[in-house]
């Protein structure tokens, strides 16, 4: 089972039990430390996963935290549990203290259920108060499986998880103000909007509270027309794609070719590069649209289920690794990857390809 298998596994075992957890010491036991465990670290290891970790602060003595993560000896994860039945506090304990005094650069406040990431974005050796990454166990994301995968003892990587963080971290921030602003349009942002060429005169709070639901109802329509049209424009394309006959290039493995289907394996790379594709394009296409084929040459991403709509293909089952990616004149341009966190690199190319193909 590959991690992102086991991670949704994990998830429907922890929706199917969480009815029966009452106490924190069963929330950890029972779906804290099994997650650690699917991370590859070994939990009955207090050199590697310490439970009840010390570090004193100021004249605090004694004070400990849940667990950490140790490498050579030192924190790099700090963890806090809370019981599945509590709300997650903003910083309700030693966690945020304690972060300026260990060498850890990642903390993470749970309670089995949501998983709130944290760094020093802000300001060196102090724990942000906002996380970079929350996930929610029975409401998971997509593009949250390849940032979980981060954490994978394996696939550690303390420099590369910083940089990602300050993006998610923003990204987050700025869809939140989004979708505030479109659910319940502030003042500031109602006036900035009538005055592109609404209202001409003063902004009174009179004429903000007039134009305020006007807003609203046209944003809500705006949505409505942008998500209608991408419906219609995907229907249109399927009728058209339907009416002419699926070129497959020699390479392309038969769906009744049985004998060469059997010599196909889905590496974890494979499915690890799948869904950074898929955390890239997150912003660009229905995700439900993507999906992957994989074949004996190469391992697609194709869009709809037709494999004439590749985004691109990849060849990472050798020490060559490479993706191809279709330019705008329909050139195929193959790009090296001395790892799968160089598909990032070329994001604008896949946005670009995709833009293309929906």
Known sequence: MN???????????????????????????????????ILGYDIFNPAEFTPEYTADVGIKKGEKIDYAILKNQEPVILIECKSIKEE?????????????????????????????????????????????????????????????????????DLNHIIDSAAE???????????????TNPTDDFTRYIIGRGVYDGVKTQNIVDRYKPILKRSLTAYINDLVNEKIQTALKSDEKEDTIPEVVPDEEIADDDTEAL??????????????????ILRE???????????????????????????????????????IIIPNEIKEYVKYSLESLNDI???????????????
């Open 88 to 156: 997650l506090a903003k910083h309700d304990s030693q966690l945020f203290r304690y972060f300026g005094t260990t060498k850890a650069k990642f903390a993470i406040l749970t309670n089995g259920l949501i998983y709130r990431f944290y760094t020093d974005l802000d300001a060196p050796n102090k724990m942000d108060e906002k996380p970079f990454l929350e996930i929610n166990m029975i409401d998971l994301k997509d593009a949250q499986i390849p940032e979980l995968k981060k954490f994978h003892k394996d696939n550690f």
């Open 284 to 322: 660009t296409i229905d995700l439900s649209r993507l999906s992957y084929k994989d074949t004996v040459n190469y391992f697609g991403v194709i869009v709809d289920g037709k494999v004439t709509r590749w985004i691109c293909r990849l060849n990472i089952k050798d020490n060559n690794k490479s």
């Open 3 to 37: 991690f992102e298998e086991q991670i949704r596994s994990f998830a429907k075992r922890t929706e199917s039990i969480m009815g029966g957890i009452q106490t924190e010491e069963a929330t950890k036991t029972s779906i804290i430390m099994p997650l650690f465990q």
């Open 262 to 279: 059997n010599k196909v394996h889905t590496t974890d790379e494979e499915i690890e590069s799948y869904y950074i594709i898929k955390s």
């Open 344 to 358: 990032y690199k070329l994001s604008s190319l896949l946005i670009n390809r995709a833009n293309q193909v929906k």
């Open 168 to 182: 998610l971290k923003y990204m987050g921030i700025m869809r939140g103000i989004l979708k505030e602003e479109f």
